[in-house]
């Protein structure tokens, strides 16, 4: 049963991870890109933590965090830089 | 007790997927930045969140590490939602209304700001 679960929610996110990665090419503007970026970094963070629990590695939550930081801290400086700030 | 976290576990993490894809699907279909902003980081924060959660509950010993996931996205979302917001209109992208121009309030204190801002600096080198 956890086995089909976590099957189902893997094809889920794999296809919002296609869609997002689409927005990514297409995006007219360099703001769409970015927020296709916010969305694809926690999406990852998702997928890395259901990785370490299918590879049963508790290692994979602390790169989980350490990816999420670096994502969130790269939109930040990308948003100030449009903005004209930086 | 533990078969109970397992179920609420499973569907938890079928809700978050269903939210990840939701998420996917908004911001490649939405018509505007700001729609896709809205579509692209609330649905994905609870989808995040509950993915992880799940996973902290089907195996208790990873509890509170997974919570630490959960707390730092329940934080760092919002705030690179409203930067990027920001980002977006003071590149001067204002968002499509209906009603025209004059339904967008945040419009007319954001260029009064702009001419203050500038009568400031011309009475300066004047």
Known sequence: MLNIIIYITLGFMFVGIFFSALRFVLGPTAADRTVALDTLTTIAMALLVLLSFISNRFIYIDIALVYGVLGFIGVLVIARYLEGAL | ?126
């Open chain 2, 1 to 126: 007790m533990n078969d109970i976290l397992t179920i609420i576990g499973m569907v938890l993490m079928l809700i978050g997927g269903i939210f990840l894809f939701l998420g996917g699907l908004g911001i490649f279909r939405m018509p505007d930045t700001y729609n896709r902003l809205q579509a692209g980081t609330k649905a994905t924060t609870l989808g995040g969140m509950s993915v992880i959660l799940s996973v902290g509950l089907i195996e208790p010993g990873w509890f509170v590490k997974t919570l630490v996931l959960v707390i730092f996205i329940a934080l760092s979302n919002p705030i690179s939602s409203h930067a990027l917001a920001r980002a977006n209109y003071r590149r001067k992208n204002y968002p499509f209304l209906k009603g025209g121009p004059e339904y967008d309030q945040y419009r007319q204190v954001f260029e009064d700001k702009k001419e203050k801002k500038e009568q400031v600096k011309e009475e300066e080198t004047a």
